[in-house]
T-cell receptor, first 114, second 114 residues
Framework: EAQVTQNPRYLITVTGKKLTVTCSQN?????MSWYRQDPGLGLRQIYY???????DKGDVPEGYKVSRKEKRNFPLILESPSPNQTSLYFC?????????????FGPGTRLTVT | AQSVSQHNHHVILSEAASLELGCNYS??????LFWYVQYPGQHLQLLLK??????LVKGIKGFEAEFIKSKFSFNLRKPSVQWSDTAEYFC????????????FGKGTKLSVKP
């Protein structure tokens, strides 16, 4: 089954403790992206990647890092999480970027930073 | 900065009522347009998309949207809603040449009363 998976689905952590949220897709998609969703703000793009070793900042990249060492994986790293990063995070992938093929979204990761 | 505006935060309708959700964007160049739906507790799913051609696009589950370039609008419509349409709806825009950066509106929550 074609899908985007994220782990963990739920995470409660404390300020400053480094964490990684994994994202994997099995559709051989070139393009992958991370969003955060906050009430009243909709979805905002954090980082995106157009291919292996090619990443770029979205609209709200501060406090986050990403890497794209393999085509299928696109982990999101919070080196020193803070309470304002409490949010619902979605990973997405699509076939390409030129005409922005449909983006397929993962199930989401609900992160709470205390 | 490019932005996407959804006029209604929360819409409440009775079953069989007609639906129209507004979406306007601020970018003047060529754009790709999307409507996504998020059912309670689920991830985003694509309802429909516009890349070029006929400005009236039909999506899944009886939804359609009309692109009016002169008004920078891409409103979502459904002639008769069902209780199962209760969800949050997001309009999204991708500007050609923006390297895949998808800009979302803040979302409209639709509640359909049985």
């Amino acid at each position: 089954e074609a899908q985007v998976t994220q782990n963990p689905r739920y995470l409660i952590t404390v300020t400053g403790k480094k964490l990684t949220v994994t994202c994997s897709q099995n559709m051989n998609h070139e393009y992958m992206s991370w969003y955060r969703q906050d009430p009243g703000l909709g979805l905002r793009q954090i980082y995106y990647s157009m291919n292996v070793e090619v990443t770029d900042k979205g609209d709200v990249p501060e406090g986050y890092k990403v890497s794209r060492k393999e085509k299928r994986n696109f982990p999101l790293i919070l080196e020193s999480p803070s309470p304002n990063q409490t949010s619902l995070y979605f990973c997405a992938s699509s076939l390409g970027r030129d005409s922005l093929y449909e983006q397929y979204f993962g199930p989401g990761t609900r992160l709470t930073v205390t | 900065a490019q932005s996407v505006s959804q006029h209604n935060h929360h819409v409440i309708l009775s079953e069989a009522a007609s639906l129209e959700l507004g979406c306007n964007y601020s970018y003047g160049g060529t754009v790709n347009l999307f409507w996504y739906v998020q059912y309670p507790g689920q991830h985003l799913q694509l309802l429909l998309k516009y890349f070029s051609g006929d400005p009236l696009v039909k999506g899944i589950k009886g939804f359609e949207a009309e692109f009016i370039k002169s008004k920078f609008s891409f409103n979502l419509r459904k002639p008769s809603v069902q209780w199962s349409d209760t969800a949050e709806y997001f309009c999204a825009v991708n500007r050609w040449g923006s390297q895949g950066n998808l800009i979302f509106g803040k979302g409209t929550k639709l509640s359909v009363k049985p």
